[in-house]
Each structure stands twice: as structure tokens, then as C-alpha cells.
């Protein structure tokens, strides 16, 4: 792990903690994912920087050999966020429909209005959802930050692929308590 800094504009993003992903059997306990990703959310809305809630609601629409087709709908709540993430009226509420959360959003404009020029990313999936949204901010030019303890995968050999290959490449990586510090140190030196 290397993380070293955080940039003064940074903001949070969550991926993907929704009522009907989080039932899911991952590797890691959800609640333990969720736990985490709350106190990175604590800090940066007491540091007035922005929060990022994604949920996912609908797919891609190109054909795939896996999984549901296009255009198939999601049972009723199943894209509601999980009430522990206790949505802020200042939070930037993000509905994707594809793996990524830059792809089919105007999240990208919402972060450059604000001056963002980092990300922290926390959530589910490891390997889909976090990975695809981490590459597009790589993408984009913003510096990029992945919360190891904040995410998990339901197969344990894409989530420390995504880990130990792909993450080191995207950004920095660190544990939540680690990125804490860093946004802490950095108020107490304001």
C-alpha cells in the first residue's frame, strides 16, 4: 500500500450499497464494507467535501453471455440505497446503468464544477463496479484513491486481482482508517 497524499479537493464515492446488491454473498461481510464506508462519509461531509452516492438501475445495453438481458427491470427498492449511508441533501446522488459510474452519468461534470481533482472509491464490486469507476476517474485525469477495506467481491480471486494488478495502476491504495488520517491531519494543519 502506498497512499501518500489526498488533494484539498478530494471527494468520496460509494459505489453500488444498495438494498438489493448488499444481500449479495461476498467474501467480505457487507456490514464490515458498509461500517467503513460511513466513517469515510463522517469525515468528508465534516470536512464540507463532497459525497458521492452511487446506486446502479438498469444495465449496458449490449448483448453479453452472462447474466440478465437489457431492459429487464429491477424488482421494486432494489436500486434504494442502504439507510446507513443516511443520504444528505448535499450529497450527489448518482444512478448508473452500466458498470461505472462516469460512463452513463454526468458525474464528471458534477465533480469539475466543483473543482474536484480526486477520488476516494469505496463499495461494491470490487472487480465491476469499483474497478470500472476507478479506471474511468484514472480516465478522466483525476487522481485516484481506492479504500482496500471498503469494498468486496463475491469471488475472491477477482477481488485480489483487482487488488494487487489493476488498483496499483489506477491510483493510490490505503485502508479507510489510513485516508481518515490523512483528511485529519490535513484540517489540523488548516
Request: no cysteine; net charge negative; proline share 4%.
Amino acid at each position: 500500500m502506498s497512499l501518500t497524499t489526498l488533494d484539498p479537493n478530494s471527494a468520496l464515492i460509494v459505489i453500488d450499497l444498495q438494498k438489493g446488491i448488499a444481500s449479495g454473498n461476498f467474501i467480505h461481510p457487507v456490514a464490515d464494507v458498509v461500517q467503513r464506508t460511513r466513517a469515510l462519509i463522517d469525515v468528508f461531509r465534516a470536512n464540507d467535501l463532497p459525497v458521492v452516492l452511487v446506486n446502479v438501475a438498469g444495465r449496458a445495453p449490449g448483448r453479453t453471455e452472462q447474466g440478465p438481458r437489457a431492459g429487464q427491470t429491477f424488482a421494486e427498492g432494489w436500486a434504494d440505497l442502504l439507510p446507513e449511508l443516511d443520504r444528505q441533501p448535499n450529497d450527489i446522488a448518482v444512478t448508473k446503468r452500466s458498470w461505472g459510474a462516469f460512463a452513463t452519468t454526468d458525474l464528471e461534470a458534477q465533480l469539475r464544477t466543483r473543482g474536484i481533482t480526486q477520488v476516494v472509491v469505496t463499495g461494491v464490486v470490487t472487480s465491476t463496479g469499483v474497478e470500472a469507476t476507478a479506471r474511468q476517474a484514472y480516465e478522466q485525469g483525476f487522481n485516484v484513491t481506492l479504500a482496500l477495506d471498503a469494498m468486496t467481491d463475491m469471488r475472491e480471486e477477482a477481488h485480489d486481482y483487482s487488488i494487487r494488478n489493476v488498483f496499483p495502476r489506477l491510483g493510490e491504495t490505503g485502508l479507510a482508517h489510513e485516508i481518515i488520517s490523512l483528511l485529519e491531519k490535513r484540517t489540523s494543519a488548516l
